[in-house]
Structure formats: C-alpha cells, structure tokens
C-alpha cells in the first residue's frame, strides 16, 4: 500500500512538471529564461530530485529485504554503500564481467565479439524528453505561429527604444539630445568647441572653417541642414549613410559635440583664407 502510494505521488508529480513545462512553452517567448521564468527551472529541478529519490527508495527497499533475507539465512552483511552501486547498476543496467556470457552474440569479427547491451535508462529517459521536446516546440513554433529568432529580436529593439525614449524623458538635463540641444553662446563653451574642432575637424574643414575634404562652414549653404540641431545631429550621427563625415558619438562626449556644433555656427559670416565653393542649400533658419 505504501509502494502504491508513493508510485501514485511520483506519477502525479511529472504530470505536473510537464503541464507547467507545456505551459511554460506556450506562454513565455523564451521559456528556459530564468528571470522570465523561474518555475520551469524550479520544475525541472524538482522532477530530477523526486526520480532520484525514488530510485533511492526503491534500493534502499530493496537493501533492507535483502538484508533482512541474509539475516534469516545467516549471511553476513554486505560491503558498506553497496546501495550507491545499485542506484549506479539499476540506471546504466551494466552487467557485470561474470555475467557477459549471458548477453555475448555468437559472432566475432577477427576475435572481437560483441555484447548485446541495453540502452541505459538515463538515456532512454533523455531520448524521450527530446520527443516530448520537439513535440511542444513543434505546437508552440508552427502550428500556433510562436514568435521566431527576427520576430523577437525586433520585439526587443522595439521595447528597447521606448524604454530610452521614457528614459529620456525623466533623465538629467545634462543629456544632450539632437531633439533637446541649445546653442551654446558663452566664451567658455565656445573656446571648448574650438578646441575639439582644432583637434578633430579642422583637417577636413581646415581650421578657420573654409573647408578642404570636407564643406565650407562659413557660408549659408548646408548639405544636411543648418541651425543648431541638424550640425548636432551630422556630428552626433555622422554624414550621408557613411558616405560624408563620420559619427563622431562613439569618440566625443555629447557636451562635446554640443560645443564643437555651436562653434561651428559661430564660424558663420566669417571669411576663411581659402573658402570652398557653396556646397548644399541656402539655409534660413524657421
């Protein structure tokens, strides 16, 4: 009666572990996602100490008959921990040398001869979970159309880029956007901008500004726009798709890039040694 009972309990508990596996799999984008999910990994656990634990019963069972046999027949005890090479034999169903008569075949291949072993049941059970894997995937991918690797990559980028525009929102003043940028007038921030333009710029545009690679900022002329947020946002970003200036972000702060952007602006009006053609649209600010 208490081996029928704990069969029952052992039963009812997988089943339990693979409806909240199945669950798992049509509820969560990615089920084995232990902060997402931590009851699948709970589940899982809690199925492998209740199998080993109940192979541990069942040995330890099967130790204290047998021993209780041996006693009756007067036979003395067996070697301590015998019950852990039972668990060992019971899960690998390994024979023992003495026993390989048993289970040889009768042919050899130049005095080689094979044994006709079974599967181990570890594997047999693993064998199966893939099955029972393969079969919820199938159901959860396929027929009920389960997001795939792109659909959840986008889904990421997408929650990705409302949490910083929520972000941005509630964040410190000093984060310098291309939307919230100002144009920075002081001597201090000015003489700033012309030294980061100096350092990085001015080989492109050369340093008074009339431009050499790069445009001429001195004129009214802008290729991508002019005013204090697109020179950010041409800075910040970089130029054309890769095929003008470079996005200087990874490099320059955006305090930096803030500065070095409403010196440009400053540099309006001025008149370079060597001034480039107008290269762009005559810009008017709104």
Same mark, same amino acid.
């Given at each position: ?6 069969? !029952? ?39 492998? =100490?209740?199998?080993? =634990?109940?192979? @541990?019963?069942? +040995?330890? @069972? ?18 301590? *921990? ?41 594997? +047999? ?20 159309? %389960?997001? *795939? ?10 929650? @990705? ?9 509630? @964040?410190?003043?000093?984060?310098? !956007? ?21 350092? *990085? ?8 500004? %009339? ?11 802008? $290729?991508?726009?002019?005013? $204090?947020?697109? +020179?950010?946002?041409? +800075?910040? *970003? ?41 290269? %762009? ?6």
């Amino acid at each position: 009666m208490k081996r029928s009972f704990q069969s !029952t309990i052992y039963v009812v508990f997988v089943i339990v572990t693979f409806i909240a596996l199945a669950k798992s799999f049509m509820v969560y984008e990615n089920p084995f996602n232990i902060y997402e999910n931590p009851l699948v990994w709970l589940a899982l656990i809690g199925f492998i =100490l209740v199998v080993v =634990l109940k192979e @541990a019963v069942n +040995v330890l @069972a099967i130790k204290k008959a047998t021993d209780l046999q041996n006693e009756k027949e007067g036979i003395l005890p067996e070697e301590p *921990n015998l019950w852990i090479k039972k668990i060992l034999v019971k899960w690998t169903r390994a024979k023992a040398i003495e026993q390989e008569e048993d289970i040889i075949l009768d042919h050899n291949y130049d005095g080689i001869k094979e044994l006709d072993n079974s599967l181990p049941p570890w594997w +047999v059970y693993m064998f199966y979970a893939t099955i029972l894997f393969g079969v919820i995937y199938l159901v959860r991918f396929q027929v009920l159309d %389960g997001d *795939n690797q792109a659909m959840e990559y986008n889904k990421a980028v997408a929650e @990705a880029k409302a949490a910083l525009k929520e972000y941005k929102k509630s @964040a410190p003043v000093d984060l310098i !956007t291309p939307e919230n940028v100002t144009l920075l007038t002081d001597a201090s921030d000015l003489s700033r901008g012309k030294a980061v333009f100096n350092l *990085n710029c001015a080989s492109c545009h050369l340093k008074d500004g %009339g431009g050499q690679i790069g445009p001429n900022l001195t004129d009214e002329y802008w $290729i991508l726009g002019g005013g $204090i947020k697109n +020179v950010f946002n041409t +800075v910040y *970003n970089g130029g054309r798709d890769g095929k003008g200036m470079i996005a200087w972000n990874k490099t320059l702060k955006a305090a930096d890039i803030a500065k070095v952007s409403s010196y440009v602006i400053s540099l309006q009006g001025t008149t370079p040694a060597k001034a480039k053609a107008p290269q %762009g649209e005559k810009w008017e600010e709104e």
